[in-house]
């Protein structure tokens, strides 16, 4: 058996029902199964079900009261501080300095005159791309990284930069590993240096772009009151954050649309009339954000004793908040556990705000809220226009990093229109 960073104490994976116990690779994929499994169970005092030692809160109201106290629930630093610090772990005045160096940028991106732009990117890279999934997949990674620089004034070395976020992306997994299942000495030292050559290779990068290097000293001074401040962590991480998860949505709406033709053709028929308002599209959206959480759960550390939805917290305790449980909750939802194309409460607008966390809510909430439905909605319209899908079964197969993707390889058949 393993043993676990967490503190906990049983296999905690005994017992647990799971849809698709062959696809099960690992530790981090069964994590998230396992959320799936348990969403809308509740446990014997009527509560979520914990997962091993770690209290697990997926009740819309006592979330609401989580994301909403950030002094009480806070960011946890110990996951992602190999890679550096950045708005995205730290707290308090130190995040506050950090969010203003970025925030209004996020902001300025997504305004509305900036839409053609958005439009433009998505639309010209898939049409240079080959009908694979591999293929779409970078293309979509190569537009959003376009709009993340080009809020920074800044123009991507695309090829080097896409193989760094897949550096990126294997260290946070092992990072995110290492937090369930403690590492030997020796893969926690490998990880600390790839970590660490990652992030040096980014400076490397930056650092040669002249105007990179310009933007990475505007970030130093206004950050000259935080000690160690490192100005390429923030920047990594705040593109990692926002390409990763905006393209992960798009590839669950092409994995929904490859599994049911008759929504697609829906789909197609109405984005092709040319209509201003398009309900069904935005439905699915809303429908793959409520079932695939692009992030589908959060740890915060309790800084305080406290009492939450009954439970007895205590100061340093870490909980987990599940956004999976939250988006599945039978109190808020119809048919949770149903992906439904068009959901009632989508196409009413009637969704309790609290039960819709995508993007979070809150002080903490996404800083690219706005930037990232604005890419969400424009790739998927290029995407549409494009291409067509198809699916040879329906087994659902996650690849959990920071973000939840639909694992490499899955059975999506893509044409071009
Ligand atoms: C569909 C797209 C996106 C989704 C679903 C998403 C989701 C989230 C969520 C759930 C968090 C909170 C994480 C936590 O509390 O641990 C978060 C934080 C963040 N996201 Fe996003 N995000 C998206 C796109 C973007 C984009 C496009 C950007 C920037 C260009 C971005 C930048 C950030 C940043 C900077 C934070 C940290 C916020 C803070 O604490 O100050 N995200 N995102």
């Known amino acids: 058996?393993?043993?676990?960073?967490?503190?906990?104490?049983?296999?905690?994976?005994?017992?647990?029902?799971?849809?698709?116990?062959a696809q099960i690779e690992s530790v981090l994929n069964n994590i998230v199964?396992?959320?799936?499994?348990?969403?809308?169970?509740?446990?014997?005092n009527g509560k979520a079900r914990d997962l091993g030692n770690l209290v697990v809160f997926d009740d819309p109201e006592a979330v609401d009261t989580i994301v909403k106290t950030p002094a009480l629930f806070r960011k946890n630093f110990s996951l992602i501080s190999a890679l550096g610090f950045s708005r995205f772990n730290t707290n308090d005045e130190d995040w506050a300095i950090r969010r203003a160096i970025t925030q209004d940028i996020y902001l300025a991106a997504a305004k509305p005159a900036q839409q053609p732009f958005v439009a433009e990117a998505y639309e010209a890279s898939l049409s240079r791309?080959?009908?694979?999934?591999?293929?779409?997949?970078?293309?979509?990674?190569?537009?959003?990284?376009?709009?993340?620089?080009?809020?920074?004034?800044?123009?991507?070395?695309?090829?080097?930069?896409?193989?760094?976020?897949?550096?990126?992306r294997d260290v946070l997994r092992r990072l995110q590993y290492y937090s369930w299942v403690s590492p030997t000495t020796a893969e926690r030292a490998t990880t600390i240096k790839d970590a660490?050559?990652?992030i040096a290779d980014f400076a490397s990068m930056l650092m040669s772009d002249t105007r990179a290097a310009a933007e990475m000293k505007r970030f130093r001074t206004e950050a000259t009151s935080i000690e160690g401040f490192s100005p390429v962590e923030e920047f990594v991480m705040n593109l990692f954050a926002g390409v990763e998860t905006?393209?992960?949505?798009?590839?669950?709406?092409?994995?929904?649309?490859?599994?049911?033709?008759?929504?697609?053709?829906?789909?197609?028929?109405?984005?092709?009339?040319?209509?201003?308002q398009t309900p069904y599209t935005d439905c699915i959206i809303n429908e793959t954000m409520r079932y695939f959480p692009p992030i589908p759960f959060l740890t915060r550390e309790v800084s305080a004793d406290t009492v939450l939805d009954g439970r007895e917290l205590r100061a340093g305790q870490l909980i987990m908040v599940?956004?999976?449980?939250?988006?599945?909750?039978?109190?808020?939802?119809?048919?949770?556990?149903?992906?439904?194309?068009?959901?009632?409460?989508?196409?009413?607008?009637?969704?309790?705000?609290?039960?819709f966390i995508p993007f979070l809510t809150g002080p903490r909430m996404c800083g690219g809220a706005r930037l990232g439905r604005l890419e969400v909605k424009e790739a998927v319209l290029a995407i549409v226009r494009q291409f067509a899908f198809s699916r040879a079964d329906d087994v659902i197969r996650f690849d959990y990093a920071l973000a939840l993707r639909p694992a490499q390889g899955s059975?999506?058949?893509?044409?071009r229109r």
């Open 1 to 21: 058996m393993v043993s676990v960073a967490v503190g906990l104490t049983e296999p905690w994976l005994t017992g647990v029902v799971v849809d698709n116990p």
């Open 33 to 44: 199964y396992v959320l799936f499994a348990q969403s809308g169970q509740a446990g014997t």
């Open 129 to 168: 791309s080959e009908a694979t999934l591999p293929a779409i997949q970078q293309a979509l990674f190569a537009a959003s990284m376009t709009i993340f620089y080009r809020a920074f004034a800044l123009v991507p070395d695309m090829a080097t930069t896409l193989s760094l976020l897949d550096r990126v």
């Open 196 to 198: 660490r050559t990652v």
């Open 246 to 276: 905006t393209v992960t949505t798009a590839l669950w709406v092409m994995d929904r649309l490859g599994a049911n033709q008759q929504v697609q053709e829906r789909i197609h028929a109405e984005i092709l009339s040319g209509e201003a």
């Open 322 to 355: 599940s956004i999976v449980g939250v988006h599945q909750n039978p109190a808020f939802w119809e048919n949770p556990r149903t992906f439904d194309a068009s959901r009632k409460e989508f196409i009413d607008n009637s969704f309790d705000r609290r039960a």
């Open 411 to 415: 059975s999506v058949g893509v044409s």
